[in-house]
């Protein structure tokens, strides 16, 4: 009778664990994104540890924002990272939803023998990106610098080559802050190519490692401490090097519409802010099996990722927080 009631209570104790252990499963499924190489390091590590923690395998891979779009679109992929918005001529998926995850800023990157500290406006940004300023001598750069011996030496512009979200965000700030040849919303690189285009923003870095007098652009969670980071000019006239600090101080007084979407203002004036600060979207499947498991996934990157990103990124706080979790509440 002993051996009957154990058994029973064993089988009883297999059956509870399979029944807790389905809906888990039922609910998700295995799901894989890619996009944005600007959030690439903050959205592979996140993708790991949920897959560690539930169990359910989330990848991501970074190629850029523009194609991680098109292969959610097409059904090539579940979810898509970007830092941008699909555009007008863009083919959509046809349902999705557009979650805000994580910010961070886009660091101007330089290498030139020399020079360690370097202050740049957004006019002289411009100028050597459009191919106005060709010589790290310049006067305007000199007159910005007056402590620093910059070489009689030309710069070398180092671009985003695909279809980068980064670019676009970059072209943006411009834009609003200089006008003139730079357009709103182009994702592909306008600014002179007197050096080459990468495909991603760690190729970016890279690049621009390995060129004298390189010049480039790309998210700070991929620079590292060996290479130049230019210290910005803000809108109030401070100078602000590119930090989470001074990322998550400009992210806070951004504006996120209910439906996800920021309206950056790149001219505000804010204390302590690095300017040229972006933000990266999950795209994600409203209907469909995958549905489910792209937005579980999307909550657990702003609820626990983004609190603590991987090094270089910054989360939202306060109202933006909220509204952000909204996306997928």
């Known amino acids: 009778m002993r051996r009957t009631l154990v058994s029973a209570v064993a089988a009883a104790a297999v059956t509870a664990s399979l029944f807790a252990a389905t809906p888990a499963q039922a609910a998700e499924v295995d799901i894989k994104g890619s996009g944005s190489s600007f959030a690439g390091n903050f959205l592979i590590d996140c993708a790991s540890r949920y897959t560690a923690k539930t169990g359910n395998k989330v990848s991501y891979t970074a190629t850029s924002s523009g194609k991680g779009r098109a292969s959610f679109a097409a059904g090539t992929d579940d979810f898509a990272g970007t830092d ?151 809108a109030k006239g401070e100078w602000v090097k590119p930090s989470v600090a001074s990322a998550s101080k400009f992210l806070s007084k951004q504006y996120i519409h209910p439906d996800g979407h920021i309206d950056f203002n790149f001219t505000k004036k804010i204390a302590g802010a690095y300017q040229l600060t972006i933000a990266t979207y999950l795209m994600i499947p409203t209907a469909g099996d995958k549905a489910p498991a792209a937005k579980a996934f999307a909550k657990y990157a702003i609820e626990t990722c983004s609190k603590k990103p991987a090094k270089g990124f910054a989360g939202f706080t306060g109202k933006n927080y909220k509204t952000a979790l909204k996306t997928v509440s």
Request: hydrophobic residues 40%; proline residues 5%.
């Open 84 to 234: 941008s918005l699909y555009g007008s001529s863009e083919a959509k998926p046809a349902s999705f939803a557009t979650v805000p995850v994580i910010g961070g800023a886009v660091a101007i990157v330089f290498s030139v023998g020399g020079v360690n500290n370097l202050r740049l406006d957004a006019p002289t940004v411009a100028k050597i990106f459009d191919g106005t300023i060709t010589k790290w001598n310049d006067p305007a750069i000199a007159a910005l610098n007056p402590k620093a011996t910059l070489p009689d030496k030309n710069f070398t512009v180092i671009y985003r080559s695909s279809n980068s979200g980064t670019t676009q965000n970059f072209q943006n700030y411009l834009q609003e802050t200089v006008g003139g040849s730079w357009p709103a919303a182009n994702q592909a690189w306008v600014g002179v190519k007197t050096g080459s285009g990468q495909a991603t923003s760690a190729d970016l870095v890279a690049k621009v490692k390995a060129t004298s007098g390189a010049i480039g652009y790309a998210d700070l969670s991929d620079v590292g401490v060996k290479l130049g980071k230019v210290t910005l000019k803000n």
